[in-house]
């Protein structure tokens, strides 16, 4: 069994946002293998804790300091300071995230949550692709 599907997520201010129930509520009830694609490269997508809002504030903290927009070397700056950041940011992070699936119901960890990391200041939606395979 295959299917896919696209979502469109709307617009979300820079940091990282559980998209978890966003992405269950279009599987179907069957078992085996759930992948998320993000259609886009100043954005990504990562599985972690999901309980304590302050790990979500951590994480913006952190990559902004490891990939900074106060650098100056940056020369992929075309849509701002923050353009080069988010490709960079997107790549350390992933553009895909995978987990199991039984009955229709997602085998993650009790504290593991799926999320959207906006990398950008100023963000359209983002493109989802979900694939189940599976029986």
Not at 4 to 31: A, M
Not at 62 to 75: C, G, I, K
Not at 100 to 124: F, T
């Amino acid at each position: 069994m295959l299917f896919q599907k696209e979502i469109i997520l709307k617009p979300r201010s820079r940091g990282f946002h559980l998209i978890t129930d966003d992405i269950i509520s279009v599987l179907p009830n069957f078992s085996g293998i759930v992948n998320v694609f993000i259609k886009h490269t100043s954005a990504s997508l990562t599985i972690n804790e999901n309980a304590d809002p302050s790990v979500r504030v951590d994480f913006e903290t952190h990559f902004n300091n490891m990939v900074s927009e106060d650098e100056n070397y940056f020369t992929h700056t075309y849509e701002g300071k923050d353009d080069m950041t988010s490709h960079i940011k997107s790549s350390l992070l992933g553009s895909s995230v995978s987990f199991p699936i039984k009955n229709g119901i997602p085998e993650l960890g009790v504290w593991q949550g799926i999320y959207l990391c906006e990398h950008r200041n100023n963000a359209s939606s983002r493109k989802i692709f979900i694939t189940l395979i599976g029986e």
